[in-house]
């Protein structure tokens, strides 16, 4: 008989965690052998344990699940990374494919797709939510993007600052009718209409350098 694949499951909210272990407790083909709350609990549960797949929460403290996913793949053990998570932005999707993560599941899977993506990740053939794969091949249809010059990029983290725009010529040393100038260019270019949509695009996209901070 086949040995039964080892698994750790790494989610910051015990609730959650507990689920997908009780989720997958029942499955022979699957043993999991620990759990983790952050990813550098992960990353030594892997360095020790050396799991066939890690199944890794996207957003967790201390250590989120894509640096977790880079310093487990940087390890000899040949542990594969399936991310499990809720989030489905196209900037969650990159940053985790780009970090080497073999697949990319959402928290609403079944319990017999969670099974048959942990042993098709296993076998190192890529594995993605339909809503993701979805997103993905949208974006790569998308036209080229024209990304947002140096001062675009300042006016638009002012704008996620809260900032009017006298109060954004002000902090950058330019006059307002400049300011409307590099928003109605930062418009055309993310295809938007108000400052709201071209915050919330922007960050989808990874165009902005972190998220907006309240006022």
């Given at each position: ?5 080892r698994?750790?499951?790494?989610d910051?909210?015990?609730v ?20 983790a ?18 199944l ?18 940087a390890?000899?053990?040949g ?7 809720t ?20 928290k ?17 053939e890529t ?8 997103r ?15 001062r ?24 307002e ?14 295809d ?11 960050l ?12």
């Amino acid at each position: 008989m086949t040995e039964p694949l080892r698994v750790i499951v790494v989610d910051d909210h015990p609730v959650m965690r507990a689920g997908v272990v009780a989720l997958l407790a029942s499955e022979p083909t699957l043993a999991i052998i620990g759990e983790a709350a952050d990813g550098r609990e992960a990353v030594e549960l892997v360095e020790r344990l050396a799991p066939d797949v890690a199944l890794v929460d996207l957003r967790m403290p201390v250590m989120d699940g894509v640096a977790a996913t880079t310093s487990i793949l940087a390890l000899p053990t040949g542990t594969r990374v399936l991310i499990l998570t809720t989030y489905d932005t196209d900037t969650d999707i990159e940053r985790a494919v780009e970090a080497g993560a073999i697949g990319y599941l959402l928290k609403d899977a079944t319990r017999e797709q969670l099974v048959a993506a942990v042993h098709a990740a296993a076998r190192g053939e890529t594995v993605l939510a339909p809503r993701v794969a979805e997103r993905l091949v949208a974006r790569m249809r998308r036209p080229t993007e024209t990304p947002l010059t140096a001062r675009e990029a300042d006016v638009l983290n002012a704008v996620a600052d809260g900032l009017s725009n006298a109060e954004i010529g002000e902090r950058l040393f330019i006059a307002e009718a400049t300011v409307k100038t590099h928003l109605l260019r930062v418009f055309a270019k993310l295809d938007v209409s108000d400052r709201t949509h071209a915050v919330v695009v922007a960050l989808d996209r990874g165009l902005l350098t972190r998220p907006p901070r309240p006022r």
